[in-house]
């Protein structure tokens, strides 16, 4: 049987973002599969790789530092992934957690300090988006990657945040800092107005988009 699901892993510690996994559904040509590794079943992200033509991982207020059971499950997740060569796309903390995994290095950005709101993000022509654009994105985080893992190349930079978005120089493995995925009920939560979130939502689709084709 052809893998045919898309497997979206929400590794949330409390807040389970439903409404973003239900606007990846509305928008996802393929099935998707919901997981909450921390919240529910940490085994059934293994179980379901053998159907996963794709996988994406959203943001968590855990931290890639925490070494937790259900981390060690998903580092073990992505390599099998990997070795399937399975589309990969990680957003926030999966971006983060992309990047620690694969050898590279997260830490605090601004002193432990949380920041959210929406801001610039440039992205360069890559094996995701074929052409230089300037983003309106949203974003929530205090950490982010500070060295690039090896056979990754920074694809998406902003005034704040210099690694926004990585990519794999020869599989399809992508990360990015901001939130492409969010839904409107996740940036109520971070006091995020109506006209930021349609111009970041719009932003953010095109982005998702580009990922399901590489499905």
């Excluded at 898309?6 to 409390?14: F, N």
């Excluded at 690039?148 to 020869?170: K, L, Q, R, W, Y």
């Amino acid at each position: 049987m052809t893998p045919s699901t898309l497997m979206v892993i929400d590794p949330s510690i409390t807040h389970p973002e439903v409404a973003s996994f239900n606007k990846i559904v509305e928008t996802c040509p393929l099935p998707c599969t919901f997981h909450l590794p921390v919240l529910s079943d940490i085994n059934s992200i293994s179980r379901s790789l053998s159907n996963a033509c794709g996988i994406i991982i959203l943001g968590s207020a855990a931290s890639v530092h925490d070494k937790t059971d259900w981390q060690s499950s998903l580092g073990e997740v992505i390599d099998g992934a990997m070795g399937k060569d399975i589309p990969i796309l990680g957003i926030c903390f999966g971006h983060q957690f992309l990047a620690s995994h694969l050898g590279g290095q997260v830490d605090y950005l601004w002193d432990k300090e949380k920041k959210k709101g929406t801001r610039q993000v440039d992205i360069k022509r890559n094996s995701l988006i074929d052409s230089d654009r300037t983003c309106h994105l949203i974003y929530s985080h205090q950490e982010g990657i500070i060295n690039c893992p090896n056979d990754f190349e920074v694809i998406a930079s902003s005034d704040m945040v210099e690694m926004e978005g990585i990519g794999h120089e020869s599989k399809a493995i992508w990360g990015f800092q901001t939130h492409i995925e969010a839904s409107w009920s996740f940036a109520q939560r971070q006091d995020i107005s109506i006209e930021d979130y349609e111009k970041a939502n719009e932003h953010g689709t095109q982005i998702m988009q580009s990922f399901f084709k590489k499905l």
